[in-house]
């Protein structure tokens, strides 16, 4: 029979090297924690004084009046001139109004959740973002909740499950019902061939008056981010959507606590192996992203007491 090249570890015994691994990470994360209010907002200010996040993070129509020269951040040669048809696609008024949440979940895909019972804890918060429209129901609940104030949909997705919005749309609007009445952050301005996708989003669900408000992300937002994280010390491609999210849950929310951010094959207690998603086994791209990296500066801001990282369960 031929032999299976390697079998991949699925007990505790099965995993010294990821112990190894783990026990590293772990060394530097305490479930002990405590808001550092002095660090918190030095970081903030810093990232605001950078990338002004609160006012600029999305597109809206009183910061990008039409003429407005758009860089795409994917593609810096690209540009856009906005004219009066897509400017109508711009949001109205201000996604985040004058203040600041008491508290944001930030929710990662990563299998950490399977099983977390997290999903009440999630709920609480007052504001709740979540990435790359996730599923939420189907058993999820109960692991990663259902409250949704602002999720954000990568292109790649909508080409994927919806034949990129060219044919038939319900479908696409029904499976949007799972977030309410949330903002859809789409980055349509990161590269050219998110563009028209977006645009098709924003018409299908103004057309069929779905609940969901779509909005733009800014891509000189992103562009600054991205140096802002680089002087931070991180080397990557892309910013994960992850790290995004949290960035600007540092900048709108008082407290900040990350679900599902875990980067790695196997749970941090249990050594059990994981799914890199909750709801699938699909991997990162690591040409683009540098998850682990951008996971110890997650994990240097939790010991800092800048945001709370949950790695355990919610039991
Ligand atoms: O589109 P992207 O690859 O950035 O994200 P995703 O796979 O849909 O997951 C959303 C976010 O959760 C990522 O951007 C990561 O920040 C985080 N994540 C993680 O920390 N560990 C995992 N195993 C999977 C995702």
């Known amino acids: 029979l031929p032999q299976k090249k390697t079998a991949p570890p699925t007990s505790k015994s099965s995993c010294k090297d990821c112990r190894e691994k783990i026990n590293k990470v772990l060394e530097q994360y305490s479930e002990d924690w405590k808001k550092q209010d002095e660090h918190f907002q030095k970081f903030r200010s810093q990232l605001s004084t950078k990338c002004h996040g609160l006012e600029k993070a999305t597109i809206t129509q009183a910061n990008t009046p039409v003429g407005t020269k758009l860089v795409y951040d994917g593609e810096k040669k690209r540009t856009l001139q906005v004219n009066p048809e897509i400017f109508s696609t711009f949001f109205k008024g201000h996604p985040f109004p004058n203040k600041t949440w008491h508290t944001c979940a930030v929710v990662g895909n990563g299998g950490i959740l399977v099983n977390s019972s997290c999903g009440k804890m999630i709920d609480s918060a007052e504001f709740v973002i979540r990435c790359n429209l996730p599923p939420l129901s189907n058993g999820y609940e109960k692991h990663v909740g259902i409250k949704t104030d602002l999720v954000t949909a990568n292109p790649s997705i909508l080409l994927e499950k919806f034949g990129a919005l060219m044919g038939r749309r319900r479908k696409f609007v029904e499976s949007m019902r799972s977030y309410g009445n949330s903002l859809l952050l789409l980055p349509a301005f990161s590269y050219g061939h998110n563009t028209p996708v977006s645009l098709r989003a924003f018409y299908t669900l103004e057309d069929f008056e779905s609940p969901v408000q779509p ?23 892309r910013l994960s959507t992850g790290i995004i999210m949290t960035s600007l849950a540092l900048e709108l929310c008082d407290n900040v606590q990350l679900y599902g951010f875990w980067p790695f094959d196997f749970h941090p207690y249990s050594f059990q192996t994981l799914t890199n998603h ?31 990282l949950h790695l355990g369960d919610c039991k």
């Open 278 to 308: 909750y709801y699938d086994d699909r991997k990162t791209k690591t040409k683009f992203h540098a998850m682990p990296d951008e996971f110890s500066h997650l994990l240097r801001l939790h010991s800092q007491g800048v945001l709370k």
């Open 215 to 237: 909005i733009f992300f800014n891509p000189g937002y992103l562009h600054n981010l991205a140096l802002f994280w680089r002087s931070q010390g991180l080397r990557t491609i």
